[in-house]
């Protein structure tokens, strides 16, 4: 175990690296739409159905190539796989810059869908160096960096491209190169010799990630369960948030990003701060049925709201939502072995692009099905329901996975 010098240098290195992936994510949502209508010559409209294709086969590539960068991180280190990820980004970046056809720009996000690695491998480095009462607090600055990063990042590429519409893209890509050149100094090998194991094809895929947790680690197979559903209802926010507050108050864009901001900036002070209080104080079970009815309680309030007023009531409300996905990171990774945890990470991943693949089209189809003028009643917060929903069922499949497994996760070492 390292030093909590070298423990703190380490975090603060992941919090940098995820969040400069996050503005980097971010910057370009400004003026994407514009690049799109360049490349194609089609219509705002038109745009936007390429730019869905191209967010489905990032999240397809995403989904197939997660287990296998987590296990190449399990067999090379996370060092290495890391800094190849940033670097690899820097580069996608710069493609798109200079992106001549569409083509070119979807060949871009395919090479960066599979090579995202960097939150994996950040929650597998973070798991080996924390002990295991520690790495739910510690996963909590991943989703702190993430939601800063998202403020930031879509500001700052609108102020940028005020110049240059490239100059989003090459502030993503410099961004990335230099966090790949800081690393290279500072970022010291998290994965021991010892704690190396053989890459295995037939476990570097999702069918094959999963098998061996129903088989090896049935109760972690159960709470990676738990992240689908829970990650699927969490899809209503990304996915219709800005069409419900435009069809239900008459929402301005500003509106919609001052909203927005303040469920990033919520999430993100839940995630970095209240993590390393509460989850060691309460323990990441009471956490997980806490936030889990935190969050029932946030998307009940966004679907029956009357008045925009009150989602904001439901943002405070839903706050210790954000508590839920670093404590199910928590149990699932004292659930494995240390050779283990690049490939739990990799699962995850895939888990969580899965979500990205078949939860928007649900949100977003019961959006428009119920507030069309032909639905049985007016209920343009349908999403919130169904969120609602799968965060009740999030909570039966929590309950059962705990009730696999003696005590709470993280008290001991995994015996397998």
């Known amino acids: 175990m390292t030093t909590d010098r070298s423990t703190n240098r380490a975090l ?6 995820v969040l400069i992936d996050a503005i980097g994510f971010g910057v370009v949502i400004p003026v994407f739409p514009a690049l799109i209508v360049r490349l194609t010559g089609r219509s705002l ?29 399990d067999r090379f280190g996370r060092r290495p796989v890391l800094l190849a990820s940033l670097a690899a980004f820097g580069l996608d970046y710069l493609a798109m810059a ?28 973070i798991a080996d160096i924390s002990p295991p009462e520690k790495r739910a607090p510690n996963f909590g600055i991943i989703g702190m960096a993430f939601g800063f990063g998202f403020i930031i990042g ?79 209802g969490y899809q209503s926010l990304y996915a219709t948030w800005s069409y419900f507050g435009i069809e239900r108050f008459g929402w301005t864009p500003g509106q919609v990003g001052w909203s927005l901001a303040a469920v990033g900036v919520t999430g993100a002070l839940v995630q970095g701060v209240l993590s390393r209080r509460l989850i060691p104080r309460y323990g990441a079970r009471n956490i997980v049925i806490a936030g889990t009815f935190s969050g029932i309680a946030g998307y009940l309030i966004y679907a029956f709201a ?76 349908a999403p919130f329901v169904l969120a609602a929903g799968f965060s009740i069922l999030t909570l039966a499949t929590f309950l059962r996975a705990v009730a696999m497994g003696a005590g709470a996760t993280g008290a001991q070492a995994p015996a397998e």
């Open 12 to 17: 603060a290195f992941l919090f940098v690296t």
């Open 45 to 73: 409209a038109g745009a936007a159905e390429v730019a869905g294709l191209i967010m489905f086969l990032y999240a397809i590539t995403q989904f197939l190539c997660g287990p296998i960068i987590g296990g190449l991180s």
């Open 98 to 125: 200079f992106a001549p056809t569409l083509a070119w720009l979807i060949a871009a996000r395919l090479v960066a869908g599979v090579t995202g690695a960097s939150f994996p491998t950040a929650y597998a480095y």
């Open 154 to 232: 879509p500001a700052l590429g609108g102020i940028v491209a005020q110049y240059d519409a490239r100059l989003p893209f090459l502030l993503a890509a410099g961004l990335a190169l230099a966090n790949v050149a800081y690393g290279y100094f500072v970022l010291p090998e998290s994965l021991k010799p010892e704690n190396r194991r053989p890459f295995e094809w037939r476990r570097a895929n999702p069918a094959g990630a999963l098998m061996r947790l129903r088989a090896a680690h049935p109760r972690v197979l159960m709470l990676a369960l738990t992240v689908l559903l829970w990650t699927m």
């Open 306 to 381: 009357g008045a925009g007023w009150m989602m904001y009531v439901g943002i405070t409300v839903a706050a210790l939502q954000g508590l839920v996905f670093p404590s199910l990171q928590g149990m699932m990774s004292a659930g494995v072995a240390p050779s283990e945890q690049g490939e739990l990470q990799g699962a995850v991943s895939s888990i969580q692009s899965l979500s990205s693949i078949m939860g928007p089209p649900l949100m977003t189809g019961s959006f428009a099905y119920f507030s069309s003028p032909g639905a049985p009643f007016y209920l343009p917060g």
